[in-house]
């Protein structure tokens, strides 16, 4: 009897083990077989320098019309943030005049993903950003948008990529993308290798030069409250470095910001924009992780100091933001965050930084 049972035991034990090795080895066998997942974070490598541009535009989209209008010009496309963001700048002419776009394209790294923000040098608005991947030499990225009060889908599309030439094309869906009507495509040809250094000034003070001030390199001490809105009184401090840039003629800036301490460790972008005819700025602010820029806050300058405004999510709850800018001297300046949940009535500061300009 109990060699009965020992044999059995034996014989269960063996079936275990024998389970186990095979259960490991088709594991081991699928880890092999599975693709490695591709790392997207150089797909637009292929865009840097600068780039002769041709420009054909649908004048009136998804109306049956085939009127066009074409553009000539050029295109800047150069890294931003260390790598993790590109910016594209456009400078065209056509029938109507002198046109200027630009593009910041951020890439998720979780998702694998590229997000491209474009803005109109007229109208300095934010569209929906687009958002998807390459695929065999291929990049389509998609979004949702309206024309004309409908709704629509936007797809981008980066085409016959090669050292020295690419296509890209717009196209609309009114129909959940069924079809798709080409509304824009641009052919580019290399010009140069290199891109310039990017230029530092307007044409004209129109208030593009509000932000002069604050161009260069920062050191930059932090206190950050731990719990906003909860009636904490604990801050923890970080140190680090902001460095900002000129970009689009002028017309906007984009400032690098790193830090870290005891409050942690954080890297912000902030891309900041002129709306010249509202005279007032917008703000994005975007972080490594996530790939997208923020719901803008807009603000303008009075008496050399800039407050910028918006609502968000904090705690499930919708408050007031308001991120304020200004110099104090000439080589130190600082900036504040505050949160109000009352309307605007009483704001609680939240985030503060004193910068001192590096030679």
């Known amino acids: ?124 608005a934010y569209s929906p950003p687009l958002v998807g991947s390459f695929n065999g030499g291929r990049g389509e990225l998609f979004a949702p948008d309206t024309f004309n009060g409908r709704s629509i889908l936007v797809r981008g599309v980066w085409t016959d990529i090669t050292p020295d030439a690419h296509r890209y094309e717009e196209s609309y869906s009114a129909d959940g993308g069924a079809t798709w009507e080409l509304v824009f495509s641009a052919s580019k040809t290399r010009l140069a290798a290199e891109p310039p250094a990017a230029a530092t000034a307007a044409a004209k003070h129109d208030g593009s030069h509000e932000f002069d001030f604050d161009l260069g390199a920062w050191t930059t001490h932090t206190s950050r409250l731990q719990r906003p809105l ?79 405004y918006d609502q968000e999510p904090i705690n499930e709850k919708a408050v007031l933001v308001r991120f304020s800018l200004w110099g104090i001297t000439q080589d130190t300046a600082r900036s504040e965050q505050a949160f109000s949940a009352d309307g605007g009535k009483t704001w609680e500061v939240n985030w503060i930084n004193e910068y001192r300009r590096l030679p």
Do not use: C
């Open 1 to 124: 009897m109990y060699h009965s049972r020992s044999h059995r035991f034996l014989a269960l034990l063996w079936s275990v083990v024998v389970g186990l090795a095979l259960t490991s080895a088709a594991l081991a066998e699928g880890k092999r077989s599975e693709p490695a997942q591709r790392d997207g974070a150089h797909d637009f490598d292929f865009g840097f320098g600068v780039w002769k541009t041709h420009i054909v535009r649908r004048v009136h989209p998804l109306t049956g019309s085939q009127e066009s209008i074409e553009l000539n010009g050029t295109v800047t496309s150069r890294k931003v943030w260390g790598g993790r963001a590109w910016l594209e700048e456009i400078e065209t002419d056509g029938p109507n005049g002198h046109w200027q776009g630009l593009s910041l394209f951020l890439y998720n790294p979780t998702a694998r993903q590229w997000t491209q923000a474009f803005f109109n040098s007229a109208t300095v």
């Open 230 to 308: 909860t009636g904490s009184t604990t801050w923890a401090a970080l140190d680090g470095r902001t460095i900002v840039n000129a970009v689009w003629g002028g017309r906007a800036n984009l400032a690098e910001y790193e830090a870290q301490g005891p409050g942690g460790h954080i890297e912000l972008l902030a891309l900041r924009l002129y709306n010249p005819t509202s005279r007032q700025w917008s703000i994005y602010f975007a972080t490594p992780g996530v790939g997208t820029l923020s719901i803008p806050a807009v603000g303008e300058f009075r008496n050399g100091r800039v407050d910028f």
